[in-house]
């Protein structure tokens, strides 16, 4: 590999860009695709394809055999909430390779005794998450149980494109947040992003329980193949 | 942090700092997979010239044959297409006992 390829694309992953790498396996020659880069390339489909998935791999075209390598940003989880799931989701996120942070106003909550290594930041979702650069890579889920922490929060990711969105609450919870939502100019569209009552149904009771069925969901919701948008 | 999303992050910093601090440097690169490989394509392994080597291509079974074969492309700069799997002769040393087959391009840091 070239040195320029590498620095460039060690760049593009420290920007949380994607990028793909593509090599002629014969030869060896290879070329950077930034995310830019992509449309103009001869083998454009394909790797906007395996860049959906985050897969890569190697096909053929040309009568050649090309290794795409897809680089896609580390996924990153956002926690809203400093409550007693998230003490076992946060080391569980971390754990499966997800840089995780904490946000939750109430200081009672937020202290670095209940969570210890995780980064925590004790202030409203208005003012935390913007310098967190939530994207859609980032897993964001709300656990507080109460509006005034929760329902910004849940627009900013909605506004972000997050791949996984999930909130706390039940049924009749969250058609509750749905009306709020919607009074404040969510679209239909978006408000069925939001997975919940939150983390798959496998009859999870305690909290640790809980974190498990949330950490499966949002590991379904990357790795199963999805419905590509309309 | 132990990472099983995206380790490769890592090594792809390493592949850099260790070629900019003057060594010589090799990548492999899980290409292909057919089977049960323990890691997927896109997985990698960076590796010197004194044979410290950070990541993985298979989960431990072949990392040490990888090696040998990286240190030969750090000195030659030509690039190699490695296949690994139980219908190797060599299966009994450097086979995947999972009866997978992996194929692992090696190429050198700072090739022209």
Known sequence: MKLEILQALNAERAARRPAVVITELASGAQRLLTADQIDGDPLAAEVHKLLRMGKSA????????????????TAKMVIIGAVHISQVL????????????????????ASAERFPGVPLIADWPDVALPPLQVDRYTAFVALTHDPKIDDGAL?????????YIGALGSKKTHA?????????????????????????AIGAVSPAEIAVSIMAEITAQLRLPQPLPS | MPSTLDRDDDILQAAQQWHQ???????ATVVETWGSAPRPAGSS???????????????????G????EALEVISSGTPKLLEFGVADETAWQVGLSCGGTIRVFVEKVGAP
């Open chain 1, 176 to 200: 509750k947040r749905l009306d709020r939502l919607s009074a404040q100019g969510a679209s239909a569209a978006d408000l069925a992003k939001i997975h919940a009552p939150i983390g798959l």
């Open chain 2, 21 to 27: 601090s003057g060594r010589g440097v090799a990548l």
């Open chain 2, 65 to 68: 044959a990888v090696v040998t």
């Open chain 1, 155 to 163: 627009l900013h990711a909605l506004a972000q494109n997050c791949f």
């Open chain 1, 58 to 73: 190697t096909i053929e075209a040309e009568g050649r055999k090309w290794f795409i390598h897809v680089h896609a940003p």
């Open chain 1, 90 to 109: 946060a080391p569980l996120a971390r754990t499966l390779g997800y840089d995780v942070t904490i946000v939750d106003p109430r200081t009672a909550f």
């Open chain 2, 45 to 63: 392994l960076v590796i010197n010239d004194e044979g410290v080597f950070l990541g993985s291509v298979s989960g431990g079974c072949v990392e």
